[in-house]
Nanobody
Framework: QVQLVESGGGLVQPGGSLRLSCEAS????????MGWYRQAPGKERELVAD???????NYADSVKGRFTISRDNAKNTVYLQMNSLKPEDTAVYYC???????????WGQGTQVTVPS
């Protein structure tokens, strides 16, 4: 069973930065697409960014130019560098791992990011 453990969330002032990390157990990391999603109170969970096993990256329009996703296959870890944070970035951020051809799909427990207005 895969476990995804997020870390790095917290309270940061507008314009500040945070770096989220997600370490995955198991042996499928290198073939998986890894993603970060977020869910704000009263809103649906939305994709923030994802990165395929070949390094193709996709960002939500709202974070382009501010957030950077990266992965380290040797450490089974995916990162989300968040710069120029805004109050609207406040949410619980979830790590996601998917291997479509194996029908495998896992979520982390989430980490809170708060940017006060």
């Amino acid at each position: 069973q895969v476990q995804l453990v997020e870390s790095g969330g917290g309270l940061v002032q507008p314009g500040g930065s945070l770096r989220l990390s997600c370490e995955a157990s198991g042996s499928i990391f290198s073939i998986a697409t890894m993603g970060w999603y977020r869910q704000a109170p009263g809103k649906e969970r939305e994709l923030v960014a994802d990165i395929t096993n070949s390094g193709v990256i996709n960002y939500a329009d709202s974070v382009k130019g501010r957030f950077t996703i990266s992965r380290d296959n040797a450490k089974n870890t995916v990162y989300l560098q968040m710069n120029s944070l805004k109050p609207e970035d406040t949410a619980v951020y979830y790590c996601h791992q998917v291997v479509v051809i194996l029908h495998l799909n896992y979520w982390g427990q989430g980490t809170q990011v708060t940017v006060p207005s």
